[in-house]
């Protein structure tokens, strides 16, 4: 059967033609209809663990999938599963995989049984709608039937983030979140978010919410250790300024690692790579913190936000740069330090190589210098005082 699959698939020769490309989608659609119920079934009988995986999840993985394909794959499996009605509607070619898809995220399992007892109805209904059209039926569904459920306290949406990274060490996040969780979401994005308009509104909400998530991390109370920057551990080589993320095992250039040697806690390792069995480690020295609290309290009081030209992010938002960099030989000392958020503390390092000079005076002044002789100037603000 499978060799016949192969053969045919092998055969096969697409036009470019709307038509032809619809078709082959949907021939697509009813293929992974197959995988859904196969793997809802695999799933079920736990037949993962006779090859050792630890989930459905892991076993796809192992089989070529990311964990973000699987992961929906296998929700989406398990929820089909439930619903046989929906699941013959989608092999026969009737209901899209995007339908589905509505369905699903519209079907908690709390309401499971009741969409069950009338899916043959709905699903004849939905058969006739677009996807988008698909979805709006589906939340006015969901809404109608938690109404009828007997809640104590209204019920809450469910709400799911998944968060992987791709074989490219780039991270791909998906997620839906209860009416609530998206509104407040949604309204620290938009107060994070840059007012770069030349910078694509999509890049400018995930540099925000990596800025959100930074601002956590070192204002957080609940943990040992606040300002423990930059939350990652990296290896560095001296020789060639290349770096390395431990916990992921993925290189960092030397650019993104002077940024982060700016400003965080450092563990002093030698290590002795000569050894034909990989690296041997030497010595190891205690943690030293690259910009010392008291250090830091001084650039705050004397910088009051990011010092870029036209930047008023708060301390708090703030990393220390190290104007005359670490690697070349730059002092951790006040005259040499300057408050950036995130955002342009990687400008400046990024910038570097484009010719663009960074100078601090003694007083604080802060010049920038692009490669045109084009020069931006901020001082530190004025400390306002009682009389």
Known sequence: MFGQLREAVDDLSV?????ALTQLLAVVDRLMAKVASAVGEFDRAGLWEVDGAT????????????SADGGRLVSTAQRVNKL???AAAWEAGELSGGQVQAIVHNVPERLVNRFAEHQAEIVRTLTELSVQDTGV??????????????HAEPPARESAFHL???LDGVWVADGTFDPEGGAILTRAVELAQSDDY????????AEALVDVAAFFLDNQSMRVGGRHRPHVNVIVDVDDGWGELVDHQLPLDPTTTERLLCDCVLHRVLVDRKQARGATIVEIAAATRSIPAALWSALVIRDRHCRFPGCDRPPTWCEGHHVQ?????????????LLACRRHHRWLHQ????????????DGTFHVIDQHGRERITHPPPHHTRR
């Open 164 to 166: 992987s990274q791709t």
């Open 351 to 362: 910038r570097h190589a484009h010719d663009v000079i960074a100078k601090l005076d003694a």
């Open 137 to 150: 039926a589906m939340k006015h569904w969901a809404a109608h039937a938690d109404a009828l459920e007997d």
């Open 325 to 337: 960099w670490v690697s070349h030989h730059g002092p951790t000392r006040l005259d040499n330090l």
């Open 55 to 66: 989930s459905m999840r892991a076993w796809l993985r192992d089989a070529g999938m990311t």
């Open 84 to 86: 046989p009605v929906v």
């Open 15 to 19: 036009p470019v033609d709307g038509r």
């Open 198 to 205: 030349t910078v694509p509104l999509a890049q400018r909400r």
